[in-house]
């Protein structure tokens, strides 16, 4: 494009018409690429249809825009929005470097857009060429999504210090674009703000073929701005706490040679990378495998806060987010994900951002011991759902860093104590399962947990370990009567005698029959029921993964036929699972959104989760790293795919409309990547594997607790009377009308109990107690226990 650039006077006047604008929403969760800068800078930016879709700032769970395209017209009716009318490239210069090139080709233009973080302020740059025909013109197209809303902000297409600006501000956040030719000069030329949906820069060419309006200022409401930019540009996005200290990072921003800061943030990635391990982890991958891990490991680092050291989100992306503004659960830390994150970082070699994972969980664990369901970045908690895997997690990776020596010197003994205290006290049923959806006893929970009061014992005083490591043996050798259903008409039909549920109801610990009872699915709209006994899950697995039971055992095995019978798909480009049979957690049959209700569809992670599963069985997983990465797009592992025929947009084995990149995808795939290399699971503890060795031990004692009253106890077995203070119990043996009044004693944990021994049990058939605790409450309802005699 030869003809130079004259930029028009920034004529704009007035209040666009149109207030509000139509609802707002988010875009769509098919990003390209997630980058941020290495340095200072509090700057996230996701890129999906080959523009910036989404910009966090100041810290990671706060985005601040929808997005900001482009649209190249000749003002003579000719017009195309870049996002929806171009194909287009996208290029790093290395994989996991998140400095891309988008060139986007018309049959009458190119576009090309290189984008680059300011290492140091919070602002985004964007190096701008147009080539093509003579005329043709670019304009930049911007919606402010400021303080995480697409309401209330305003917005002014205006000169700042004889610069023309695009301005937005709501609340405490303020926004400005500006950009400047390669000599220095203003970039910005004509420009208007308008209302979406109605007086948006969208919209007047979708009217005019052209730019024809020129508003001044829009506001409050769902706004957008537009302004024509030079053929050859640089623009700079800033985010501050005002519009016009937004205004002076970009300009600051400006100042620089672009060329400059791309060098110096492509040092800064390459000189991570040389730190981490991932070329060790990559030893006899093929090439691609190798750019995934890469990227990999870049979209985990990416995830990561820069005001809370240690605080990863779940996803930069709002799945399903072009069909509201909710923005979902994506943006907030929970603890299973934030271990899942920390664990690969350590496996890439990260010590010191695995430490700050641990670090952050130690400061945000709530005083009883457990940590929420999920939680903005300073501690805030936003649902208030207990899931005891999230409180068992974290003991892991401090087991984890221990068993490398690379604590750091962090004390963790009195938040380990906590964290095992409300396991034995709240387990071994869970309010929720690790899909946030239903109250039982599940297999993955169950095993996050007895591997978390093994290896947390190790972290506690060799005095306090007792407990601890009673309970685990205790629901370990319970775990196949709490968690199979046997001689069903489901296992008759696939020729499987027994297997493992998805998860059985929280009476199974008390009822036998509890297991035929109907265990709810959510996220569906038409009703299903099923009893827990028809509910299959991949969730054993994890039972192989933490040194529970062998690969090779009997009731696993059998599982694993009817899991693969009923939740595997084949796509063309490799096996992927759901979650469970009549899951609801995706589009529609017929392509709609997610919507609260849907259709499940197949994970990638569990994909990885098979892997680990194949890899402790002696087989190789490599088949699994490639499914994973087939199923990823440029180099995003999204969180589930479409596993049905070609529909629309939607492809076998492609992305759907759910969260891309998932932070615990790529987490799995690194770790499945360093798995192999050592030839077990890498987040598999040692002391789990020292103590079981994949075989169900037998308990020397029952654990009674009220939050568990178990209701009989075996031959030879002692019965442990767990209690949360020091308490008199009242005792009665089979039919004796006098009863023994003991105290409990101290057993570790800040809990108490009184220990009956086999020996005093023995020859007995019923025992009856009752307790008072030391703050005077009444005596506690009568508890009954069978006894083997």
Known sequence: MDTPWIPPPHAAAGHAPGAPGIAPSWTSSDKDLVGTAIGSSRLWFTLGHGIVNEIYCPRIDIPQIRDLGFIVADDAGFWVEVKRGADYTLAVPAPGVPLPTVVHRHPRFTLSLCFCPDAARDVLLIDLALDGEAGLRVYALLAPHLGGTGGNNCAWAATHLGQGVLWAEQGAFGMALLARTADGEDALGAASAGYVGVSDGWQDFAANGRMAWHYAAAGPGNVALMAEVAPRATLALGLATSMQAAAALARAALMQPFSRMLELQHAAWTGWHQGCHSAALSAGLPDELRAQLACSAQVLKTHSDKTFLGAMVASLSVPWGNHGEERGGYHLVWPRDLVESAQALLALGSVGEAQAVLGYLLATQNADGHWNQNQWLGGKP??????????????????????????????????????????????????????????????????????????????????????????ADFWNARLEDWCVARGTALGARHGVPAYYVREAPPDILCDDYAMQRVLPIKNRGDGLRLAADAQIATDFLQLVRLGLRRADDALIVDTLALADALLKTETPLGPVWHRYNGDGYGEHDDGRAFDGAGRGRGWPLLSGERGHYELAAGRDALPYLVAMNAMASHGLIPEQIWDAPALGRFRPGRPTGSAMPLAWAHAEFVKLAASRIQGYPFDRPAAVWRRYGGERPSAAAAIWTPGAPVRRVAQGQALWIVLPEAAAVRLWLDDASTPADQATVACGLGLHGLWLDAARLAGRSRLQFNWQGRRGLPMQERARVALPG
């Open 382 to 471: 936003y649902w208030a759902g207990i899931q005891l895997d999230e409180t068992a997690f974290p003991v892991l990776l401090a087991a984890s860093l221990a068993e490398r020596d690379a604590l750091g010197g962090m004390v963790v003994a009195a938040s380990m104590r906590r964290a095992l205290a409300f396991l034995v006290q709240a387990g071994p049923a869970s309010p929720q399962d690790r899909w946030e959806e239903d109250a039982g006893v599940s297999p993955f929970t169950l095993a996050v947990c007895i591997a978390a009061l093994v290896a947390g014992a190790g972290l506690l005083p060799e005095a306090e370990r007792d407990l601890p490591l009673a309970v």
